[in-house]
């Protein structure tokens, strides 16, 4: 009985002190819904700044409740160490940054309440193919499949992507900037593929240091508002002719990558399509880079800034690299270049026909080159220091002669100053005044043949030959019908 009795106050006192410790916790809860997070991060106007924090748990979902008074549209987060992320609550965040979190897991829908988000910075994490579009999931719409409707911005940018799931973006289908740079990516496969052909929005994508050997037909076929491609540090050997299919592309970044030339005759290492709105190249730091042939950037019609810049093997820029042949074929079109960056390469000259309006330029820098000094850099001499001077940058005083021995280490620029007129006698001993010569004695030539011919001909159709075997086309026509026309040694 005792026992009994006992066992009873025992439990009685254990259901109490249950009943304290709930009671104590819906007295503490109001103060940690209103400073939970806010205790641990620093809340102001809006915004939550949870950067650095050394966080090891990721807040749940009561948590993100106790922020709705806040109404917070920024979140950083970034810095802190989660290793899943699980769902939040409905907040009116716009920004959301998760950025090196050592991330490697995201729940099904974790951001289904974040209607409003339009950026989320997930770069710097462990995430890898598995990732699953329904990470991603959003609310029941009738028209879309349970969108994430504002969201605009998605950085995925150094994880460890080889693949993308199919359908990873099937709830962001308004979509217009994607990073994914810095994912051993290496071949862009078919899933891969096809997850970018769900991105009809996207305007800027970024690929830098994905390992990239090339890139495949179709892969930005969907994609037809693109503006800004960045295939930066990649494994491209030669110019990839999939960027035809961005008719809007405006910003092409191509630097540091093993391309070893651009010639339009070559199948190997073709020059650029046809990029009718593209006004921005960056070609830099290419270690292979040797040649830029004729007509290589002639598709780019709108170019405006050309960067050409620290390619340590670039000797050879073909005068008419930019220039392209009208319908005609009469003359030619140069695009309307306002920066020209060229330093730092190996070039022996600069063509004046490179660019049509020197003058136009508003930056121009091509110093640093091994520069010939001759007669047929003279130009540099008298056009372009000042052009460069012009733009006040000190561009000019590193334009340095390389060639010949006698020039090697002076400065265009002093050499502007003094006016002086430079030899036609270069390294290889080719002598361009006589070229010229040859030239002149060449038309002459022709233009004394031409009457000459033309009264041999005039004599030949008054039948003045035919004494050595020769008719007049009369007889020639006659004999056509005459014979079979197999036998056609009269032509
Ligand atoms: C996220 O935070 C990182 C710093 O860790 C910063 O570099 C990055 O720009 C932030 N992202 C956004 C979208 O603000
Ligand atoms: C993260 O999620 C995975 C899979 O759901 C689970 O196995 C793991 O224990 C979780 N890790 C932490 C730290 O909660
Ligand atoms: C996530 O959602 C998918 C589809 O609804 C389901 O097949 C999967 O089991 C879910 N995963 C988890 C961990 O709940
Ligand atoms: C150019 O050089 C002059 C004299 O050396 C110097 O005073 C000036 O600040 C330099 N300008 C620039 C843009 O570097």
């Known amino acids: 009985m005792a026992f009994k009795v006992t066992i ?293 019609q709108k170019l405006e800034k050309l960067h050409m810049s620290f390619n340590p093997m670039l000797s050879e820029i073909h005068a008419k690299a930019l220039a392209r042949p009208d319908d005609i074929g009469e003359t030619y079109d140069w695009p309307p270049l306002t920066e020209l960056y060229l330093q730092s390469n190996s070039l022996p000259e600069i063509d004046s026909r490179l660019v049509s309006r020197w003058d136009k330029l508003e930056k121009v820098d091509v110093s640093d080159n091994p520069f010939m000094c001759d007669c047929s850099t003279q130009w540099m001499v008298d056009v372009l220091v000042p052009v460069v001077e012009r733009r006040k940058t000190n561009a000019s005083m590193n334009m340095i002669c390389q060639e010949p021995i006698e020039m090697r280490g002076y400065t265009m620029k002093h050499l502007n100053d003094i006016h002086r007129t430079m030899r036609c006698v270069d390294k290889y001993g080719h002598r361009p005044e006589r070229d010229g010569a040859i030239l002149l004695g060449t038309l002459i030539g022709v233009l004394l043949a031409l009457p000459i011919m033309l009264g041999l001909v005039l004599l030949w159709r008054r039948g003045y030959f035919t004494f050595i075997g020769l008719r007049g086309p009369v007889d020639v026509s006659r004999a056509y019908y005459k014979r079979a026309p197999d036998n056609d040694n009269f032509i």
């Open 8 to 300: 009873f106050l025992l439990l009685f006192v254990v259901s109490q002190l249950n009943s304290q410790e709930t009671g104590s916790d819906t007295v503490t809860e109001p103060i940690a819904a209103e400073s939970g997070i806010c205790r641990k991060c620093v809340c102001k106007d809006n915004k939550v700044d949870c950067a650095e924090q050394g966080l090891t748990t990721f807040f749940d979902k009561t948590e993100w409740e106790g922020l709705q008074p806040l109404k917070p549209t920024v979140v950083d987060l970034s810095d802190n160490s989660f290793e899943n992320i699980t769902g939040l609550a409905a907040l009116p965040i716009q920004t959301l940054n998760l950025s090196r979190c050592g991330i490697e897991y995201i729940e099904n829908s974790s951001f289904k309440d974040l209607q409003q988000m339009q950026v989320l910075d997930l770069s710097h994490n462990k995430l890898t193919s598995r990732l699953s579009p329904h990470a991603f999931e959003g609310r029941y719409s009738p028209e879309e499949y349970e969108p994430l409707e504002s969201m605009r911005v998605l950085n995925l940018a150094y994880n460890e992507f080889h693949s993308l799931n199919q359908d990873l973006f099937e709830h962001m289908p308004e979509l217009t900037e994607l990073d994914l740079s810095g994912n051993p990516i290496i071949t862009i496969d078919y899933p891969t593929l096809i997850s970018m052909s769900s991105l009809p929005m996207l305007k800027v994508l970024r690929l830098r240091s994905c390992q990239l050997t090339e890139i495949p037909e179709k892969f930005l076929h969907t994609p037809l508002h693109l503006i800004h491609l960045d295939l930066s540090d990649n494994l491209l050997a030669a110019v990839p002719q999939e960027l035809e299919e961005t008719k809007n592309l405006q910003y092409l970044n191509l630097n540091q990558n093993p391309i070893k030339e651009l010639d339009m005759k070559s199948s190997e290492f073709p020059g650029f399509p046809t990029l009718r709105n593209l006004k921005e190249l960056h070609m830099c730091n290419m270690q292979s880079l040797k040649r830029i042939g004729q007509g290589a950037l002639a598709g780019l």
